[in-house]
C-alpha cells in the first residue's frame, strides 16, 4: 500500500473517532433538547385568563379583585361570540326543518370546539368536570384550540399509494352566509382579548395537586412520591451497601467464598430491572406480607435490592482508594485494625462514598419498572410519612408512563408530560452533578 | 467512571498492591480477638446479603414460574408463535416475544458497537487529556438518564419524526454512513489491485481509473440503495427500528465506559513498540491494541446487550407492542413485542388473576430472562478474567 492510502486510512480513522464522540455528545443534546426546553414550559408559559382563574378559584391564590376584573374583561370580549351563537340559534329555531338538520351538526362541532377555548358557556352555568368548566388555561393551548374553531381537519385517501394526509378547511365554509359568518372573523381578530395571555411563572406547579386527572393543576403528589421511594430505598440500601464495602475492600481475602459474593454483585447489577419487580411482587407483597398490596415500603425494599450492588461498587471503590499510607500510619500507632478503618479509613473515604450514594439516590429515582408491581398508581392523595408503610403512591417514572400512553387526552397534556420529565431529569442531572463536584473535591484533598 | 462498570472489582489492576499485614503481638488479649473476628463474620453475614437476594431472586421468580410449566410445559412457551392469553382454550406461545427481544437487541448493538468502539477509541487514543476529561460527563450523563425519559422522547419526539418522515431519515443515515466508507474502499481496493503492476506510471495509471470507476459504482449503489429508503413510508413510528435506535443510545454509554478501560488497560508499552516499528496510529491501534484488548471489548458488548436485552420502559412505550414475528424477520420497519414488555404491559390485567397461567406465565418470561441475564454476566466475566490473565502473562 501507498504512504498516502495509509495516511488516508489514518485520517479516516481519526475522523470516524472524532465522529463517533462527537455523535456522542450529539446524542445527549437531542435527548435533552426538547426535554429541556418544552419541560420549562411547564412552569413558565403565557397563562390565560382561564389560568388565574383556576388559580384563584381551585387553590385561592392571586389578587381575588385583580383576577375578577380580568375575567370580567374577558367575558366582555367574549359576549359578542355567544351573542351571535344565540342569533344563529333562535334563527335555526325559526327556520324550516331542512335548514335545521343541515346546520344541527356543524352547529355542535362548533360549540364543542368553542368549549375547549373558552370553557364553559355563560349561559350553561357550572360544569360538573373541572376540564370542562375551564377554557384553555395555557395560550400555546389556545393557539391550537382556536386553530380547532376555525378550522374542521380532513383526511385526503385519493392517492391509495400513500398514507392518507391531513388537510384543514376552514369552517366558515359551513356557515357561509349565515349570522356566524362574521364569528371567525371575531375571533380571529379578538383571541386575545377574549383570553388575556400574560407571561406567567407557575413554579408551585412542582408542589401543586393534579385536578381533574392532571388536566390542571401540578405534579406534587408524584414528585412527592419520587421523593419518598429513592429516599427509602437508600435507607435500606445504604446500611448493607456499606457495610458490605467495607467487608470487600478491607477485610475480605481473595477466598472462594469471597469470589462467589462478587460473582453475586455483579450478577444482581446484571439482572433486568423488570426481573425485580417480579421480584419485589412476589418475596416482599405475596410472601413477607410488608403490606396487603402495593405500598411504597415494599416499592423502596425492591428499589434498594436493585441499587445494593452500585453503592457496594461506588463504597468498596473510594475505600480502595484511599492511599495505604494512611493505614499504615494508623496501624503504626499501634491502633487496632477495627479502630484504622473507623477512625482513618472511614473519613477518608466518606465524600467518595457520598458520591456514589447520591449517583444511586438518582438511580432509584428514575426507575420505573422496579415500581410498577410494587409501589406505582396512578392516581392518588399526597402521602404522609407513616402512610407510606401501607399505601401505594404515584411516582413521575410512573406517571410518565401512564400519562402519555393511557390517558384520554394524552395531547391536551403534553406539558405536564414534559414537566414531568422535565423535573425527573433535573434532579436526576443535579444529583450527579452533585456527586461530580464531590468527585472532584476528592481527588484534589487526594492529592493533597 | 467505575460506577457504570458491572464487575464488583476494577477489572484491570495494572499491579497487585501489597497488602499491610499486622501482627498482633502474642500479648493481646484473646478476648479482643476473638471480638475481632465475632465482627468480621459479622461484617461478612451483612456483605451476603447480596448472595442471598441472587439466590432469593432465582427462587421466588423461580417458583411462581414453576406452576407454568408444569401445566403447559416447555415447548409450547418457546416454539408457539401464537399468543392469546384471555382466548378460551388460551394459548401462551412466547416465540415473537423472544424474536422480538432478539431484533431490538441485534438493532440496538448495530448502532451501540460501532459507535461505541470509535468513541472509546476517540477518548482513549485521540482526544488530548483536558477533552477527555470535559467529555466524560457527556458518557455519565447519557447513563444516568432515567430509561423513561428515553422511553418518552422515543415515542413522543421519535416516533411522531419517522411517521412523518421516516423515510427521507433513512435514507440520509444510509448517505451518511455508506457514501464515506465505500468512497474510501474504492481507493483503497484501487491501490492495493493496481500494486502489482510493474511500472510506477502503470501503476498510477491503472489506481486512477479503478479509483474512479469504483467510486462511480459505489456512488451509484449509494443512491440507488438510497433512493429505495427515501420512498419507503412508515405506517406507525412506533416500531423495531425506533426502539433499536433508542436502545443503542441507551447501551453506549456502557459500551463506550468498559472498552475504553480495556483499551487503557493495554499500557504504552505495546503502542510504542508499534509507532516504533512505523505504524500509523490507525495500524497501532487496530493491528496491536484493539486485538490485545479484544476480551475487554467483547465483554463490553455483551454488557451493552444486557442493558438492551433488560431495558423495559423503552420498548413498552414505543415498540408497537404487536406479539408478531415481522415479516421477513429481520424487518425492523414492523412493531415487535418483547419479554420485558409483555410482562410489564400484562401483568396489570393479570395480578387479579393470581395463580392463574396468565399470571405464572409472566413469571415464566422473567425466569428466562433472568437465565439469559445470568449467561451474558458469566460469560463476560470469563472474557475479563481472559483477559486479564493475558495482559499479566505479555
Known amino acids: 500500500m501507498r504512504a498516502a492510502t495509509r495516511r488516508l486510512l489514518d485520517r479516516a480513522f481519526t475522523a470516524v473517532s472524532l465522529l463517533a464522540v462527537a455523535a456522542l455528545a450529539a446524542a445527549l443534546l437531542l435527548l435533552l433538547g426538547p426535554i429541556v426546553t418544552r419541560g420549562a414550559g411547564a412552569f413558565v408559559f403565557r397563562g390565560t385568563v382561564e389560568h388565574r382563574r383556576l388559580l384563584r378559584e381551585q387553590f385561592g391564590r392571586g389578587d381575588p379583585q385583580a383576577v375578577a376584573r380580568d375575567v370580567a374583561a374577558a367575558a366582555a370580549a367574549r359576549r359578542p361570540v355567544y351573542e351571535l351563537l344565540a342569533r344563529f340559534q333562535a334563527e335555526l329555531d325559526a327556520a324550516d326543518a331542512a335548514t335545521r338538520r343541515k346546520y344541527r351538526a356543524p352547529l355542535r362541532e362548533l360549540q364543542e370546539a368553542l368549549h375547549t377555548l373558552f370553557g364553559a358557556p355563560p349561559a350553561e352555568g357550572q360544569a360538573l368536570l373541572l376540564r370542562n368548566r375551564y377554557g384553555a388555561t395555557r395560550w400555546d393551548q389556545a393557539q391550537a384550540a382556536l386553530r380547532g374553531v376555525l378550522y374542521t381537519e380532513e383526511w385526503d385517501y385519493s392517492d391509495p399509494t400513500r398514507l392518507g394526509a391531513k388537510r384543514l378547511a376552514p369552517r366558515a365554509e359551513q356557515f357561509r352566509g349565515t349570522t356566524l359568518e362574521p364569528l371567525f372573523s371575531l375571533l380571529e381578530r379578538e383571541a386575545r382579548a377574549m383570553l388575556r395571555p400574560r407571561w406567567t411563572c407557575y413554579a408551585r406547579f412542582l408542589t401543586d395537586r393534579s385536578l381533574d386527572a392532571h388536566f390542571f393543576g401540578g405534579i406534587g403528589p408524584e414528585a412527592l412520591g419520587t421523593l419518598y421511594l429513592a429516599v427509602g430505598a437508600m435507607l435500606f440500601a445504604v446500611p448493607f451497601g456499606l457495610i458490605a464495602a467495607i467487608y470487600l475492600a478491607e477485610f475480605a481475602g481473595e477466598g472462594r467464598l469471597v469470589g462467589l459474593l462478587r460473582m453475586c454483585i455483579s450478577t444482581l447489577a446484571g439482572v433486568p430491572s423488570i426481573v425485580f419487580g417480579l421480584f419485589g411482587l412476589a418475596f416482599f407483597i405475596h410472601t413477607l406480607r410488608v403490606s396487603s398490596s402495593k405500598s411504597v415500603l415494599a416499592g423502596a425494599l425492591t428499589l434498594a435490592v436493585m441499587i445494593l450492588p452500585t453503592v457496594i461498587r461506588a463504597a468498596e471503590e473510594a475505600l480502595r482508594a484511599v492511599p495505604p499510607t494512611y493505614k499504615e500510619a494508623a496501624l503504626s500507632l499501634g491502633a487496632s485494625r477495627w479502630h484504622t478503618v473507623l477512625s482513618v479509613v472511614l473519613p477518608a473515604a466518606l465524600p467518595g462514598v457520598l458520591t456514589g450514594i447520591v449517583i444511586s439516590l438518582g438511580r432509584a429515582a428514575g426507575e420505573t419498572a422496579p415500581i410498577i408491581f410494587t409501589a406505582a398508581v396512578s392516581m392518588g392523595p399526597a402521602l404522609k410519612p407513616w402512610e407510606t408503610l401501607s399505601q401505594p403512591t404515584p411516582a413521575l417514572s410512573w406517571n410518565i408512563y401512564n400519562l402519555t400512553t393511557e390517558h384520554e387526552a394524552v395531547e391536551r397534556i403534553r406539558h405536564v408530560q414534559f414537566g414531568m420529565i422535565f423535573t425527573l431529569v433535573a434532579l436526576v442531572l443535579l444529583l450527579n452533578a452533585a456527586a461530580l463536584w464531590l468527585r472532584a473535591r476528592v481527588s484534589r484533598k487526594l492529592r493533597g | ?394
Not at chain 2, 444516568?144 to 421516516?166: C, D, E, K, M
Open chain 2, 1 to 394: 467512571m467505575g460506577w457504570l462498570r458491572n464487575n464488583a472489582e476494577p477489572l484491570f489492576e495494572a499491579s497487585a498492591r501489597p497488602r499491610p499485614a499486622l501482627v498482633l503481638s502474642g500479648r493481646a488479649a484473646w478476648g479482643r480477638r476473638l471480638a475481632a473476628l465475632a465482627g468480621r463474620a459479622l461484617l461478612g453475614g451483612v456483605a451476603s446479603v447480596s448472595l442471598l437476594a441472587v439466590l432469593f431472586i432465582f427462587v421466588f421468580v423461580g417458583r411462581d414460574a414453576w406452576p407454568f410449566f408444569r401445566s403447559r410445559g416447555v415447548v409450547e412457551f418457546l416454539t408457539s408463535v401464537r399468543w392469546y392469553p384471555v382466548a378460551d382454550p388460551p394459548e401462551f406461545g412466547c416465540l415473537p416475544m423472544f424474536m422480538g427481544t432478539a431484533l431490538v437487541t441485534l438493532g440496538a448493538m448495530a448502532v451501540a458497537v460501532p459507535v461505541g468502539l470509535a468513541a472509546a477509541v476517540g477518548l482513549s487514543d485521540i482526544l488530548p487529556f483536558g477533552a477527555r476529561q470535559a467529555l466524560k460527563p457527556v458518557v455519565e450523563i447519557l447513563a444516568a438518564i432515567p430509561s423513561v425519559a428515553y422511553g418518552f422522547f422515543a415515542l413522543v419526539v421519535l416516533a411522531p419524526a419517522l411517521q412523518r418522515n421516516g423515510g427521507r431519515c433513512l435514507a440520509a443515515a444510509w448517505w451518511a454512513v455508506a457514501a464515506p466508507l465505500l468512497l474510501l474502499g474504492a481507493v483503497v481496493l484501487s491501490d492495493v489491485l493496481s500494486g502489482w503492476l510493474p511500472s510506477a506510471r502503470a501503476r498510477a495509471a491503472a489506481r486512477w481509473t479503478l479509483g474512479l470507476g469504483l467510486a462511480a459504482a459505489a456512488l451509484w449503489g449509494v443512491a440507488r440503495v438510497g433512493a429505495a429508503l427515501a420512498a419507503v413510508q412508515l405506517p406507525s413510528g412506533t416500531n423495531a427500528l425506533n426502539v433499536s435506535f433508542v436502545l443503542g443510545l441507551m447501551a453506549l454509554p456502557t459500551v463506550v465506559s468498559v472498552s475504553e478501560d480495556a483499551l487503557q488497560a493495554v499500557g504504552r508499552e505495546l503502542r510504542e513498540g508499534s509507532y516504533a516499528l512505523g505504524a500509523t496510529r490507525a495500524e497501532t491501534l487496530c493491528r496491536a491494541v484493539i486485538p490485545a484488548a479484544s476480551s475487554g471489548l467483547g465483554a463490553a458488548v455483551i454488557l451493552g446487550m444486557m442493558r438492551a436485552i433488560g431495558e423495559t420502559m423503552v420498548v413498552w412505550m414505543a415498540s408497537g407492542n404487536a406479539a408478531q414475528i415481522p415479516r421477513p424477520w429481520y424487518n425492523i420497519l414492523q412493531p415487535v413485542r418483547t419479554l420485558t414488555a409483555t410482562i410489564a404491559g400484562d401483568m396489570g390485567e393479570a395480578d387479579h388473576v393470581t395463580g392463574s397461567d396468565r399470571y405464572h406465565v409472566l413469571f415464566a418470561m422473567g425466569l428466562s430472562l433472568l437465565a439469559i441475564a445470568f449467561l451474558c454476566n458469566a460469560a463476560s466475566e470469563a472474557v475479563v478474567r481472559r483477559q486479564r490473565r493475558r495482559l499479566r502473562g505479555a
